[in-house]
């Protein structure tokens, strides 16, 4: 198992490039202090260099000073281990590497030099604490090493040269990044939709609303809202088979287009000014509750959070309340923690509606108000 100690193995020079149709790279990996990481590693335990890129993939290069099994004792180990996190992606990667002990002045020592064919298959992985590496038990005895030229003031250094074909480095960078030779668009079923709604063709369903007619697709409308299922195909559905036209009371014009805009394409107009989109999206928000579209109950209700302000903050508190809306009714009791929010509301008349229509969120605003009060003055104290 890996073991991690001060660093010992150290990257000098890390380079890679393509030639004819093959990546290449290479990694020198310096062993400095051999005789301290041999005393502090026992038999079977490793220390790794720095990860480095070869291919698109992510690799580093396991070092075993005291053997990696018993049949290897005596010997030095080295692997090369390819990354689970970053390399593991695709299927396969293929490489040719070759480990070499390089002499004083740079250069490879032929008769430690060892060169394999490397496939690392993603089934191999068992998990991210076991990774995939592939090199040479027997690298060469320590008797080898310790008693050559190589070994100069405790310290030498191995070169790890790796070929991967080019055309496996490119599925695998495909892979690994999530590329496909097929892109497919975003969905576009709401434009669709809202076409359908605009041109009315296939209309089978007619609304008054305000003096205003609206044609739409009951089947649409049912599908997206319990209360239209039960108007226009449950029960309810023998109480408008007398008329063609469904009258809907106590709803704006405006207010109902958006409603229908919303079932057809999920998002509201988008031609709204900051002001229209305050006042609709109040409306909307009763309409939503009327009719169980809890999406744009919801919706409706993120958006007033952004218009809170002291002239509206009374009404909209109203509302949150009569419409068990959690998340707006939080954000305006939040709007008025300020001592100088709270007074210049209390002086508008909105202040007044909020106490006649729903006097208990006054007791939720002085609980509110009591909590930061003790909240402040207790980080006072301390």
């Given at each position: 198992m890996p073991t991690h100690l001060p660093p010992p193995c150290a990257t000098s020079d890390a380079r890679s490039a393509i030639i004819g149709g093959e990546v290449t790279g290479h990694h020198i990996l310096d062993i400095e202090g051999y005789s301290h990481i041999k005393e502090q590693l026992r038999h079977g335990d490793s220390t790794t260099s720095l990860p480095f890129t070869v291919g698109g993939c992510s690799w580093y290069i396991s070092y075993y000073p005291n053997g990696c099994r018993h049949s290897a004792d005596g010997f030095i180990g080295i692997f090369l281990c390819l990354e689970r996190s970053r390399g593991a992606a695709a299927a396969c990667v293929?490489?040719?590497?070759?480990?070499?002990?390089?002499?004083?002045?740079?250069?490879?020592?032929?008769?430690?030099?060892?060169?394999?064919?490397?496939?690392?298959?993603?089934?191999?992985?068992?998990?991210?604490?076991?990774?995939?590496?592939?090199?040479?038990?027997?690298?060469?005895?320590?008797?080898?090493?310790?008693?050559?030229?190589?070994?100069?003031?405790?310290?030498?250094?191995?070169?790890?040269?790796?070929?991967?074909?080019?055309?496996?480095?490119?599925?695998?960078?495909?892979?690994?990044?999530?590329?496909?030779?097929?892109?497919?668009?975003?969905?576009?079923?709401?434009?669709?939709?809202?076409?359908?709604?605009?041109?009315?063709?296939?209309?089978?369903?007619?609304?008054?609303?305000?003096?205003?007619?609206?044609?739409?697709?009951?089947?649409?409308?049912?599908?997206?809202?319990?209360?239209?299922?039960?108007?226009?195909?449950?029960?309810?559905?023998?109480?408008?088979?007398?008329?063609?036209?469904?009258?809907?009371?106590?709803?704006?014009?405006?207010?109902?287009?958006?409603?229908?805009?919303?079932?057809?394409?999920?998002?509201?107009?988008q031609d709204m000014t900051r002001e229209e989109e305050a006042v609709i999206c109040q409306h909307l928000l009763v309409a939503a509750d009327r009719y169980s579209m809890e999406r744009l109950k919801l919706v409706c209700e993120d958006r007033l959070c952004r218009h809170i302000k002291v002239a509206s903050v009374a009404t909209t508190l109203a509302l949150a309340e009569q419409h068990r809306c959690r998340g707006l009714k939080e954000a305006c009791l939040q709007f008025l923690e300020s001592p100088a929010v709270l007074n210049a509301v209390a002086a508008d008349e909105g202040f007044d509606y909020l106490a006649n229509t729903c006097p208990s969120v006054l007791k939720d605003l002085i609980l509110k108000l009591t909590d930061c009060h003790l909240d402040l003055w207790g980080k006072q104290v301390s």
């Open positions: 293929k490489a040719r590497v070759k480990f070499s002990l390089l002499d004083r002045a740079g250069k490879p020592v032929p008769s430690h030099s060892h060169t394999t064919v490397l496939i690392f298959d993603d089934k191999i992985f068992v998990s991210a604490d076991y990774p995939c590496c592939f090199g040479f038990a027997e690298f060469m005895r320590r008797a080898d090493l310790e008693k050559s030229e190589h070994l100069k003031d405790d310290s030498f250094t191995i070169r790890c040269d790796i070929t991967i074909a080019n055309k496996l480095c490119k599925e695998r960078r495909r892979a690994a990044y999530g590329l496909t030779l097929v892109k497919v668009p975003p969905s576009d079923l709401h434009h669709h939709l809202g076409e359908l709604l605009a041109s009315k063709q296939g209309a089978d369903v007619t609304f008054r609303v305000a003096g205003e007619t609206f044609r739409a697709h009951r089947y649409i409308l049912a599908s997206r809202s319990p209360v239209f299922q039960a108007e226009l195909l449950g029960p309810m559905r023998e109480s408008h088979a007398a008329s063609s036209v469904v009258e809907v009371q106590d709803m704006e014009a405006q207010v109902f287009q958006a409603l229908l805009e919303f079932v057809y394409t999920d998002a509201l107009p």
